[in-house]
C-alpha cells in the first residue's frame, strides 16, 4: 500500500471535529452541485451525482443539504457557479502532486495554492507537468478485519479488478473506472463492507523521501487539504510508516 494511502487512510481514522465535518460538507456540497449541473439531478441516471451522494451519507450529511446541493446544480434554487481546477506541481525530493479544486475564483486559488507550494519547498507547475504520472482508477479499502482475503480477491478478480494490494492494516482493491460500480456491487454481494470506495488518481511510480523531506511534503500536502477550495490531493510519496505517524499524530 503506497505512502499516500497510509497517509489517507491515518487521516480518516483519527476523526474529524465538527470544524473538519463542516469542511467535509462544503466540499461534497460542491461536488453535488457540479454533478448535477453537468450530468443531471437524478442519481440513477448520473454516475457522479450517485457516487458523490454515498460520499454525503456515508459523512453523515443531513439529506436536506443533499437536496439543496442537488437543486442549486440543476438551477432550481439559485447557487454559486464552481469551476473545476486541476494543479499540478513538485514537493521536495521531486514528489508528484495533483491538486484537484472546486473554485468561484481561479485567482486566488491559485494565488494560495503557489503560497502554500512555496511555503513548503514545493513549486507549482505548468498543467501537464506530473499529470502522466497518475492514472485513473477505481479505489476499494477494506479493512481486514471485516474480510476474508481469499474471499475478497475472488470478488474482485471476478469483477474485473486489476489487483488487489494488501496492507498492514487492510486492502486496496484496483480497478479500471469502467469496472468501479461493478467492482462495488461484487464486494456488497459477497457481504463484505469497505471504508472507502472512489475513483481516485493512483500513481505508476513513487518517489521514496525520509528525514526532513519526509516532513516537508507531508506538511505540503496537510496545508493543500485544508485549504478551502481543495476537493482532493493525490501525490506518489513513499515514505516511512513512522515518519508518517509522527506528523499525522
Request: proline letters at 3%; one cysteine or more.
Amino acid at each position: 500500500m503506497s505512502g499516500h494511502s497510509k497517509w489517507a487512510q491515518i487521516k480518516r481514522k483519527k476523526g474529524r471535529t465538527d470544524v473538519q465535518r463542516g469542511k467535509v460538507f462544503t466540499r461534497l456540497i460542491r461536488e453535488i452541485s457540479v454533478a448535477a449541473r453537468l450530468g443531471g439531478g437524478d442519481p440513477e441516471h448520473n454516475v457522479r451525482l450517485k457516487s458523490a451522494i454515498a460520499h454525503a451519507r456515508a459523512s453523515n450529511m443531513p439529506m436536506d443539504n443533499v437536496e439543496r446541493a442537488i437543486k442549486k446544480g440543476t438551477g432550481e434554487l439559485p447557487g454559486v457557479n464552481y469551476e473545476e481546477v486541476q494543479y499540478e506541481g513538485y514537493g521536495q525530493g521531486g514528489v508528484a502532486i495533483i491538486v484537484e479544486t472546486m473554485t468561484d475564483n481561479r485567482n486566488r486559488t491559485t494565488s494560495d495554492l503557489r503560497h502554500i507550494f512555496t511555503k513548503h519547498g514545493g513549486s507549482l507547475g505548468a498543467p501537464g507537468c506530473v499529470g502522466w504520472i497518475f492514472e485513473t482508477k477505481g479505489v476499494i479499502e477494506v479493512a481486514k478485519d471485516k474480510a476474508d482475503e481469499d474471499t475478497l480477491i475472488s470478488a474482485g478478480l471476478e469483477a474485473g479488478c486489476e489487483d488487489v494490494k494488501s496492507g498492514d492494516s487492510g486492502y486496496e482493491l484496483i480497478c479500471g473506472p469502467h469496472d468501479f460500480e461493478s467492482a462495488k456491487n461484487a464486494v456488497a454481494s459477497a457481504g463484505i463492507e469497505w471504508d472507502l470506495a472512489e475513483i481516485q488518481k493512483v500513481p505508476k511510480t513513487f518517489v521514496k523521501v525520509d528525514g526532513k523531506e519526509a516532513i516537508h511534503v507531508l506538511r505540503l500536502v496537510e496545508e493543500l487539504e485544508e485549504q478551502e477550495d481543495v476537493q482532493k490531493v493525490y501525490s506518489n510519496f513513499d515514505i516511512p510508516d513512522e515518519v508518517i505517524q509522527k506528523v499525522s499524530t
